[in-house]
């Protein structure tokens, strides 16, 4: 005969502790490591701010080299137009010191026994002349005469060849005015005539 089992006497099964359930951040960063590969915890977030960081230096690098140049730029486009600012000012002002070599050209040559008065003319315009050109020097304008050196079309400005036996073809033969220049660029191309062969 069976013994009858007590409802109330039936074991169950004892009750699982449930797992703790991990916080939301803790999940969404466990799941980004697991994705992109990295172990989790204190490693991968050394390992992004070591990332971070070396990007960030990257950055700061190629900005500062960028602002160096800009410097750069800025203090020779300063130098520049405080050199060069003068430019056409100087252009008009060599127009005086070539007005005054004409007029030295104008006169006759010296003389024995000429008149005193045309004398002291040449000896002024020669000595006016002289101290003017020595105050455009100081300031960094220039002439140069090229006659005789080869034809330049950088600096010179060719008005007429002509057929030569005693010069060079290519070979400034004369020069109607000289070469101006400010700080070593360009002011004013002489005007010259070119020797061809004959």
């Known amino acids: ?26 999940h969404e ?36 080299a960028e602002n160096q140049n800009l410097r ?17 000012f100087a252009r008009d002002v060599v127009e005086a010191a070539e007005n005054l070599r004409r007029a030295l050209a104008s006169l006759p040559p010296a003389q024995e026994g000429e008149d005193s008065v045309l004398t002291k003319m040449r000896e002024g315009i020669e000595s006016t002349e002289r101290s003017f050109i020595s105050i455009l020097e100081r300031h960094g304008i220039k002439c140069d005469d090229p006659a005789g050196k080869p034809f330049d079309a950088n600096l010179h400005q060719a008005m007429a060849e002509q057929p030569s036996a005693e010069h060079e073809p290519g070979t400034v ?24 062969a004959s």
């Open 1 to 26: 005969m069976t013994q009858d089992t007590d409802p109330t006497q039936v074991e169950t099964p004892a009750a699982q502790p449930a797992p703790a359930e991990q916080t939301a951040p803790e």
């Open 29 to 64: 960063a466990a799941a980004e490591a697991a994705q992109n590969g990295q172990p989790e915890g204190p490693e991968a977030r050394i390992h992004e701010l070591e990332q971070s960081a070396a990007e960030f230096k990257e950055k700061w690098l190629r900005s500062e």
């Open 72 to 88: 750069a730029r800025a203090k020779r486009d300063l130098d520049d137009a405080r050199q060069y600012a003068v430019q056409k």
């Open 173 to 196: 033969m004369q020069a109607w005015t000289p070469t101006w220049t400010l700080h070593g660029r360009l002011l004013k191309p002489a005007m010259v005539v070119v020797a061809k």
